[in-house]
């Protein structure tokens, strides 16, 4: 079965830094793109960041860039995303998705990362 | 980067049949995929590629696409299909690769 579980979420000021990680488990996790989506509270989804299976191509939102570094470790079945200088329109719960592009075919349960000072 | 449109609400009585769509500049190059999301519960992927469905969803849910136009269709919509759905796609405006996803959709089903 396949399992994605988020962790690292939390309450952090402007300005501060979270890394969030998710463990995957019940797939080959090196064979797949993954990527990061949020859902800011009452709103829609948002892709936020992707990562190819060897970790050597990413991509980023225009709203995040040069702040969120996506990273995986296949050796851990893990994939991450170091959040920086964050700002209140971070706000939100991120999701880790399978999937690089359009198809995101399982998702985690989310974890809530709220800025807030 | 792109967008893609989607109408905020639609409804649907029960047993009759719905079309959800999902209006881009991206969904002429590349097709779009559908999540429904129930309250309080991450996305679920119901419908990817041309016309694919996961295991597990049911065959009442179907794709389409034309244009820069996405479709999904629901025929013989179930009380338990109310929910927000979502369109996405990937998206390669300006040399930039990224995805992008629909405002939603919030189905109702009377």
């Known amino acids: 079965e396949v399992q994605l579980v988020e962790s690292g979420g939390g309450l952090v000021q402007p300005g501060g830094s979270l890394r969030l990680s998710c463990a995957a488990s019940?797939?080959?996790?090196?064979?797949?793109?993954m990527s990061w989506v949020r859902q800011a509270p009452g709103k829609g989804l948002e892709w936020v960041a992707n990562?190819?299976?060897?970790?050597?191509?990413?991509y980023y939102v225009d709203s995040v860039k040069g702040r969120f570094t996506i990273s995986r470790d296949n050796a851990k079945n893990s994939l991450y995303l170091q959040m920086n200088s964050l700002r209140a329109e971070d706000t939100a719960v991120y999701y880790c998705?399978?999937?690089?592009?359009?198809?995101?075919?399982?998702w985690g349960q989310g974890t809530l990362v709220t800025v807030s000072s | 980067s792109s967008e893609l449109t989607q109408d905020p609400a639609v409804s649907v009585a029960l047993g009759q049949t719905v079309r959800i769509t999902c209006q881009g500049d991206s969904l002429r190059s590349y097709y779009a995929s559908w999540y429904q999301q129930k309250p309080g519960q991450a996305p679920v992927l119901v419908i990817y590629?041309?016309?694919n469905r996961p295991s597990g969803i049911p065959d009442r849910f179907s794709g389409s696409s034309s244009g820069n136009t996405a479709s999904l269709t629901i025929t013989g919509a179930q009380a338990e299909d109310e929910a927000d759905y979502y369109c996405?796609?990937?998206?390669?405006?300006?040399?930039?690769?990224?995805?992008?996803f629909g405002g939603g959709t919030k189905l109702t089903v009377l």
């Open positions: 998705a399978r999937g690089g592009w359009a198809t995101h075919d399982y």
């Open positions: 996405n796609s990937r998206d390669s405006s300006g040399n930039h690769l990224s995805v992008v």
């Open positions: 990562i190819k299976q060897d970790g050597s191509e990413k």
């Open positions: 590629g041309k016309n």
């Open positions: 019940g797939f080959t996790f090196s064979s797949y793109w």
